[in-house]
């Protein structure tokens, strides 16, 4: 009742904000990018909130609490992740965007084709994010609640699906604004207060709790090594070039850089974000180690196989254990910020692929920019709706898969089909729409085509096809799709006809370097 009790309460208090924002919603420019009236920090909060997925809490935790040194590869490239945003893209595309991807890259490229691939891709990313959200909410709540199987699991995630159609249609950007940064101060304070909890149980000395983290693992000189988890070393090559690149190219980030005022403020939410997720991360792994320490594998394996809830099992053990009133009560606290961790991500995703629909492809290329703002909002409300829907039957369908692979995935889908040619736009000058349109869908196709040929899909491992061996040996396929893109992009530019660029390169680069002529009202 507790845990039922914590999460309503967060509900009715995000709707109600939810509601307040909405009313200030009078505009696309409101809905899609909160009228660029965010600040630098508070946007580096919201980013870090959108950034810090429950997926990362539950999936990656479990991951270092079962396999050590492997699960914590996951923490560092998520974090120098954010080194290539900062340095190579936030600046520039805030300069020549207005609320999505797509404008960027249509600022000197044919809109049509661009606005059509760049939409596809962002619905496809989305759409493996919001499943891997709602995965983590129905294990989440099915745990809390006593439920067991598919079918509790089945509920739980579509009470997750319609409240995030919820946020998004009744909020927009402000709304989901101020939901992620309540959401992110909330996650920074549970996790520091598991962290200090943990490190007090080993007097602080962070050398006891590793050793004895390793102890508990049954194999304390694998769990201290690379191997465990990743027991083929080209699957952790790949998973790093995909969670180092996949930032720069995740929608949902790149859009929350439309809602401030000009480049300077987009830099300072580069830098909050990078301390905020620095901080966490390091939390993360202090919690991992104590999930393994102190509740053990087989107690987080006999919860969810795939680690899931080591975080909340780990934050009843502190509270006093199994049946125990504080061990309830910091499990539900923790629970519930994990809840609302995901609801928070899962608003924010709905939101960024309802705006590509809407903005990119029936704005740009339906009607070919003859719509206006007030059935922009509509079709965009309307593609939340049916995001929902289908972001739930996947989940239902994928609920024994773990968090952090999942989150790999959308990472190297990001990497593969966005960021080759969302580089390639800002820095090259033959580059052209042949160019892009071809490495958009390149990326996107083979990253997907991938996934569905890998062990963690089919073979003695996957979710099909068990007596199978698995056709393309790679759990993440960011090693293969990522340099294909590249390739496909630079080739298809090279093969065709130089285009006639209006406005060309130079004024492309003199708008991103200077910020001269840069969207200051939501309209460029």
Not at 232 to 241: A, G, T
Not at 352 to 372: K, W
Request: aromatic residues 8%; positive net charge.
């Amino acid at each position: 009742m507790l845990s039922i009790a914590l999460f309503a309460a967060f509900v009715v208090a995000t709707i109600v904000i939810s509601y307040v924002a909405g009313r200030r919603t009078r505009s696309a420019s409101d809905f899609y990018a909160a009228g660029q009236r965010i600040r630098g920090w508070q946007n580096g909060i919201a980013v870090a909130g959108d950034y810090l997925s429950g997926a990362t809490l539950l999936g990656v935790t479990g991951l270092i609490a079962l396999y050590g040194f492997d699960g914590a590869v996951y923490l560092v490239g998520f974090l120098v992740a954010f080194l290539v945003v900062l340095v190579l893209v936030a600046e520039l595309l805030r300069n020549t965007g207005t609320y999505t991807m797509a404008d960027a890259l249509a600022f000197r490229l044919r809109q049509r084709p661009v606005r059509a691939a760049a939409a596809a891709s962002t619905m496809v990313i989305n759409i493996f994010y919001l499943t891997s959200q709602m995965v983590g909410a129905g294990a989440l709540i099915g745990l809390l609640l006593g439920l067991h199987g598919t079918l509790a699991g089945g509920v739980a995630i579509g009470c997750v699906g319609a409240l995030m159609i919820l946020y998004v249609t009744i909020g927009g950007m402000i709304g989901t604004t101020w939901v992620q940064v309540i959401k992110a101060v909330l996650l920074l304070v549970a996790t520091a207060l598991l962290t200090v909890l943990v490190l007090a149980r080993f007097d602080f000395s962070v050398g006891h709790l590793l050793e004895s983290a390793a102890q508990a693992s049954g194999d304390a000189h694998r769990y201290l090594s690379s191997g465990a988890y990743f027991t083929n070393r080209l699957d952790l090559v790949s998973l790093s070039m995909a969670l180092v690149l996949g930032t720069a190219g995740l929608p949902h980030v790149l859009m929350r850089f439309f809602t401030v005022p000009d480049a300077r403020s987009a830099r300072a939410s580069s830098n909050w974000t990078i301390g905020i997720v620095g901080v966490f991360y390091l939390g993360l792994i202090v919690l991992g180690l104590g999930a393994a320490a102190l509740v053990g594998p087989a107690m987080i394996k006999g919860a969810d196989k795939s680690g899931n809830m080591a975080t909340p099992l780990l934050a009843q053990y502190l509270g006093g254990g199994a049946g125990s009133m504080g061990g309830t009560l910091l499990m539900a606290i923790i629970a519930a910020v994990a809840f609302a961790t995901i609801l928070a991500v899962v608003a924010g995703l709905t939101l960024t692929a309802s705006a590509s629909f809407a903005h990119d492809f029936y704005a740009g290329v339906l009607r070919r920019g003859a719509s206006n703002e007030q059935s922009e909002v509509k079709v965009a409300r309307m593609t939340a709706l049916v995001l929902g829907v289908i972001s739930v039957a996947l989940a239902i369908g994928m609920q024994k898969v773990n968090l952090a692979f999942l989150v790999g995935v959308v990472f190297a889908l990001a990497a593969s089909a966005n960021f080759p040619v969302l580089l390639l736009s800002l820095y090259w000058k033959r580059f052209n729409t042949a160019g892009a349109v071809t490495g958009i869908l390149v990326g996107l196709v083979s990253c997907v085509g991938l996934v569905a040929l890998s062990p963690t899909v089919i073979g003695p491992h996957g979710l099909f096809l068990h007596q199978v061996t698995p056709p393309f040996p790679l759990a993440n396929p960011g090693l293969v799709s990522i340099p294909l893109a590249f390739l496909s992009a630079i080739v298809a530019t090279l093969c065709t006809a130089r285009e006639e660029q209006q406005p060309g390169f130079a004024d492309l680069r003199l708008r991103a370097l200077t910020g001269f002529g840069a969207a200051e009202s939501g309209r460029p």
